[in-house]
């Protein structure tokens, strides 16, 4: 399905109906082309026939993808940039979504002390909300605490595992699982990740994340159900 969207949005001309990037980013995004992405959101972002909360819906998406790809000045530019504006438009639900990215990408870089002070804004931004944000500010200060006491600290991580499978938000499992394996140097997991994921950028990701040399086999061979 993300492939015939794909297809049917590059055959818009972006010009006269910008909205086709966005969607288009989204595609990309949906399979961890984030570098791809990235100009998309840009083009969108910058587009006179796009009102300006689309603009600033397009800057979110392309904050949350420099983080993702761990383009650090340009990430914290376009973010507090983007902060400025939606203060001053007091909107609220997307300034939690932009302090949420941004202690994401401070935790990622062991700025943990901010990350969790950007996560405690987020928190209170959200203090009428009992959605999906909420889990998230609760996700990122569980790895934020992870990443200072890995081992005192597994069953936090868990804990957020057991209400995503509930949630179905496989993502999160997956982010939970990558701290787990390469904080900890599980090996088992790691490969049980690695092959769990047809995504070649998140491979890629993986490898670079656990910080050494890490020979993979050619198969593996995957359990179905429990152990």
């Known amino acids: 399905a993300v492939g015939e969207a794909e297809e049917l949005l590059t055959s818009v001309n972006p010009a006269r109906s910008p909205q086709a990037l966005l ?37 979110l998406n392309l904050g949350a993808a420099l983080v993702h790809e761990r383009e650090v000045d340009e990430a914290i530019s376009v973010l507090s940039s983007l902060r400025v504006e939606l203060e001053r438009a007091k909107n609220n639900r997307l300034l939690s979504n932009l302090l949420l990215c941004w202690a994401e990408l401070e935790i990622e870089c062991g700025s943990i002390a901010e990350g969790e002070r950007l996560l405690t804004e987020a928190e209170e931004k959200l203090k009428d909300s009992h959605g999906m944000d909420m889990f998230f500010v609760t996700k990122w200060r569980a790895i934020a605490t992870f990443k200072q006491r890995p081992r005192e600290s597994v069953g936090l991580l868990e804990k957020i595992k057991v209400q995503a499978t509930r949630d179905a938000h496989w993502e999160t499992i997956r982010d939970c699982d990558r701290y787990l394996a390469c904080v900890l140097k599980n090996r088992k997991l790691f490969e049980h990740l690695y092959w769990g994921t047809p995504h070649e950028t998140f491979r890629k990701m993986l490898l670079k994340d656990w910080g050494e040399s890490f020979t993979i086999g050619n198969s593996y061979a995957w359990q179905l159900g429990p152990e």
Request: a positive charge.
């Open 23 to 59: 969607y288009l980013a989204f595609t990309k995004i949906a399979t961890w082309y984030y570098a791809v992405a990235i100009p998309h959101l840009r083009n969108y972002s910058k587009s006179d026939r796009v009102d300006e909360y689309q603009k600033q819906i397009g800057k």
